[in-house]
């Protein structure tokens, strides 16, 4: 059944996931693919095993689904069974990985931890290792953490025991401490009535952690070292006969390493870390402990606490000779006084809570910028506090309050604050453009900035929209600070508020915001960028602020006028009642020639984007003549109205505004009897062009045209552009195509119908009628040589799109290279042309093919069938196997005769 072989196939494969490299196998297309079933009923079944719990499933795009049991049987567990990404899902690692928890909040301590990582994860018991630093750094903690790593490791069994021995209780005895440590036999010392074990047999199987362990005088570091070399514990009075026992060892010391060792101790503990105090550490990672404290404080309490910056501030600036430990004791201080303080649900903690330590010894400085108080609950994780962190989740929580405080005070009304929001957008932007120390180039923000240039070519292409190039970097660093703030619109207060606000700006901004959804949707899909309605309101406002996408597109429009100052006041009037600047005049001496306009034309034409159009209303008479003279260089659509007049220009100007067509203008303008109309399509240089499109968005259209590209010659005769389905349904802009380009063909998942433009679906493209009709767009433009070049890439590099993420343990390009040469092989030898469509076929046969052989899994055939067959075309197998010489020396593989004949079948089409 379809449902259990799903099942099955993801268990296997789960086994050796890549969290990093998803591959297509884990998506519903992928495993349709493979199992050769329809997408929609393995997406049904999919979403079944996720609700039965037997599947987890991460909505990336596209959505990945993982086998629950075997990933956890491999991995780790998982709390939940769908996830929003796989960053999320690996949380769930970090929360059981105590250590990297604990680097996470104590970041200086990264190489160190590896370290101790490495010794408890060496073999046969681990590495003893030795811990300094100053009192109260955090040494006896860590230890904890060793401990319980080790247990949620099944490096020890859970119920080992953990022994502590605090060696400076014995600072006067050194040989009592020895011989607690060690044990002793009966009549050792005077009083050793009777044998008794000490902590080392005490502690086998398990964690022996010695504090202090500088107080461990000559003669115990030789016993010491002894077990460390043997394994081998000698009681106190007993030479002859030691006991084995098998004890992860940790030393802890607050005092210099080599005065208090012998250097033969020494040398045997490979691994020696040592904690910082608190002066040594950053600020966040002393903001990091506090919040460590306060949320542990608060999980023993139970309520919930807000903290107020300024405490926080003066706790993370607070470095008492005692460290961590006195900071502990100062915040569990602070809270009590609070505490006692209110008897309210929660517990607020001001700078008044303070202990006098705090407040006089604290290196805090001026306090700035009231922010909101840290509130922590039961649920909060010490993660979502460290977010708090980063100065730029300040920035960009700030920007958002006042935008949503500026927009209630308005009553929730757009229009009342619409220009105060866009400056409070546009500072952001500065801000985070400007403001910031941005000389470090980091690599990760170069390549945000390729990778959002690449996403603005997409849609500029796509929507002929114009977007300035500091908007690109505006956006860049936008994204690059807004990637590393974690944070949910569920964090705020005034949620109904910001989806009011978010609703507001789609309406009102209904077209920059398409266009942002669609800028959102590639980031997320390229850039692995999750973003939510603030970035909407952002981004839409940013965009609109700049005016980079409404003021495009749109036509230019001049009058041209005798007289001193006609055309001038035309075009002054139609721009005050539009209430925008519209129309361009041109004053012209009324013995002008027809020459000197046109000249003045061409310069308007040079100095100004008509790409979409030019309007050119005169009041002259005769359009012929200037049509004559008009310049052929102009690459634009344009349309010439004669008797111009000040109706003429204002319907003209509304025109401009609405992006009405010229179709549409010329209709109008009939209508009011301006008949006296000329349009003009530029009839040269306009470069031809083949589009890609795709009804699930522009990312798949930019995919297929790039896959078209690399099948043409470099010197490219013909231009392949990507473009939206949507953009194609709309009448303006697919005459800006029109005017830009020769479209001499559109391939695509889904037809637009553009009125004399030719179409080919992308699943046919390879089909013998598809390639015929590819071949013949191509005709005027290439060689009879060229497109057979161009038609055998085509089909290389689809059968390289299919196989690729088929073929899982081979290099695809190789496999595809090789079959390749077996093809021209084969049609060499048997002097015959394959087809695309059989070609494409042998492609992705011959790659499964190779894999089958090498993983030794055999096709069978029926053996009657096999001998019959073999008997008949056994010449014909030869042939075959002498051209697929390269794939079974490449491969290092025998191809059976049952292999030949699927091949031979597929060629020559026999059943
Ligand atoms: N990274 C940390 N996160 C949270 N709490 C910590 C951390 N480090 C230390 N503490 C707490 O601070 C206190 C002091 O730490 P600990 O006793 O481990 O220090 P120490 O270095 O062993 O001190 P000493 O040398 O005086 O024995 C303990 O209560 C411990 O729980």
């Known amino acids: 059944m379809l449902k259990q072989r799903i099942l099955k196939s993801l268990e296997k494969q789960t086994k050796t996931i890549d969290l990093n490299h998803l591959t297509a196998g884990f998506t519903a297309a992928g495993l349709a693919r493979e199992l050769g079933a329809k997408r929609n009923t393995v997406s049904l079944y999919l979403n079944q095993l996720t609700n039965e719990q037997k599947l ?83 040494k006896s903690y860590l230890v904890g953490l060793i401990n319980r790593f080790c247990r949620t490791h099944q490096l020890i069994d859970a119920a080992a025991p953990f022994i502590t021995v605090n060696c400076a209780q014995y600072a006067d005895n050194p040989e ?153 004791n100062a915040i569990k201080l602070t809270i009590a006084r609070a505490n006692v303080d209110q008897q309210k649900q929660h517990i607020a903690i001001t700078a008044y809570h303070l202990p006098a330590s705090v407040l006089t010894k604290s290196k805090a400085e001026l306090y700035h910028t009231p922010g909101k108080p840290m509130v922590i609950n039961n649920d909060t994780e010490i993660s979502d506090l460290i977010a708090r962190n980063f100065p730029e989740k300040k920035i960009f929580l700030n920007s958002l309050h006042r935008l949503l405080d500026i927009y209630e005070q308005n009553d929730q009304d757009l229009h009342k604050c619409e220009s105060k929001l866009k400056q409070l957008v546009y500072q952001l932007f500065d801000t985070l453009l400007f403001e910031k120390d941005n000389g470090k180039q980091l690599p990760l923000l170069s390549y945000v900035i390729e990778s959002v240039k690449h996403l603005f070519d997409q849609l500029k292409n796509a929507y ?146 008509i790409s979409h159009g030019l309007i050119i209303l005169v009041d002259m008479g005769s359009l012929k003549e200037i049509e004559k003279l008009f310049p052929r260089q102009i690459n634009a659509p344009i349309l010439l109205m004669n008797n111009v007049s000040t109706p003429l220009a204002l319907m003209v100007g509304e025109s401009v505004l609405k992006k009405r067509s010229f179709r549409e203008l010329s209709q109008l303008a009939k209508q009011t009897n301006q008949l006296d109309i000329k349009l003009i399509y530029p009839q040269r240089n306009q470069p031809k062009a083949i589009l890609t499109t795709c009804y699930s968005g522009i990312g798949t259209a930019t995919h297929v045209a790039r896959l078209l590209e690399r099948c043409l010659p470099t010197s490219k005769q013909i231009k392949i552009i990507p473009y939206d389905f949507q953009a194609l349904q709309d009448v303006h802009k697919v005459e800006v195509i029109r005017r830009m380009y020769d ?108 894999e089958r052989l090498i993983r030794k899994e055999e096709n069978n055939l029926n053996p009657d069938f096999e001998k019959s067959f073999a008997k008949k075309y056994g010449d014909e197998l030869e042939v075959i196997k002498a051209a697929a010489t390269v794939i079974s020396d490449n491969y290092s593989v025998k191809i059976p005769t049952s292999e030949l004949i699927y091949v031979d079948q597929i060629i020559f089409g026999r059943q």
């Open 56 to 138: 987890v499933k991460i909505q990336t795009r596209p959505v990945h689904f993982l086998h629950k049991g075997s990933f956890e049987q491999n991995n780790f567990q998982l709390k939940s069974n769908v996830y929003r990404s796989v960053a999320q899902l690996e949380q769930e690692s970090s929360k059981q990985d105590i250590l990297k928890s604990f680097t996470q909040i104590n970041p200086s301590l990264k190489e160190s931890i590896e370290r101790v990582r490495a010794a408890i994860l060496y073999p046969n018991g681990g590495l003893p290792l030795l811990i300094t630093g100053e009192s109260g750094t955090g």
């Open 176 to 328: 009592l401490l020895t011989s607690n440590l060690f044990g002793y036999v009966k009549g050792a010392f005077t009083g050793a009535d009777e044998e008794r074990e000490g902590a080392f047999t005490q502690a086998d199987g398990g964690i022996l952690f010695l504090d202090e362990v500088h107080r461990l005088g000559p003669k115990g570091q030789e016993k010491l070292f002894t077990y460390l070399d043997q394994g081998v514990v000698y009681p106190v009075g007993e030479t002859q006969t030691g006991k084995k026992v098998d004890v992860r060892l940790c030393f802890a010391t607050t005092e210099d390493l080599d005065a208090n060792f012998l250097t033969t101790f020494m040398r045997r503990i490979p691994v020696k870390i040592t904690l910082p105090p608190l002066s040594k550490r950053s600020k966040e990672e002393r903001l990091n402990l506090v919040y460590t404290l306060f949320n542990h404080e608060q999980k023993k309490i139970g309520r919930p606490l807000a903290i107020s910056d300024q405490v926080l501030d003066m706790l993370a600036n607070y470095q008492p000779s005692g460290n961590i430990g006195d900071l502990k």
């Open 464 to 609: 002929q929209l114009k977007i300035s190039g500091n908007a690109v970097y505006a956006i860049s660093y936008y994204l690059f600070e807004r990637e590393k703030i974690q944070w949910s619109i569920d964090e705020l207060d005034h949620k109904s508020v910001l989806l009011s606000l978010n609703r507001d700006v789609q309406q009102q901004y209904a077209e920059v915001y398409s266009y942002v959804t669609k800028l959102i949707n590639l980031i997320r899909d390229n850039l692995d960028i999750e973003l939510n309605e603030v970035d909407y309101i952002f981004l839409t406002n940013y965009l609109n602020k700049l005016e980079i996408i409404t003021k495009t597109g749109l036509v230019k429009a001049i009058v041209l006028a005798h007289g001193y100052a006609t055309a001038g006041s035309i075009a002054n009037v139609v721009n005050r009642l539009l209430g925008t600047h519209t129309l361009d005049a041109f004053d012209m001496p009324i013995n002008v020639s027809t020459q000197q306009i046109a000249n003045r034309i061409i310069d308007y034409s040079e100095n100004n984007d």
């Open 743 to 850: 479209v001499i063909g559109i391939i695509g998942t889904e037809d637009p119908h553009l009125q004399d433009v030719d179409f080919i679906y992308l699943e046919k493209i390879l089909s013998d009628k598809d390639t015929a009709k590819f071949k013949k767009w191509l005709a005027g433009a290439f060689s009879s040589q060229e497109i057979a070049t161009i038609s055998n890439n085509l089909v290389k590099n689809f059968s390289l799109e299919q196989t690729v993420n088929m073929v899982t343990i081979l290099d695809a390009s190789k496999v595809i290279e090789n079959i390749t040469i077996f093809i021209q092989e084969v049609e060499r030898r048997f002097a015959h042309a394959l087809s695309n469509q059989k070609k494409f076929t042998l492609y992705v046969h011959i790659s499964y093919l190779i």
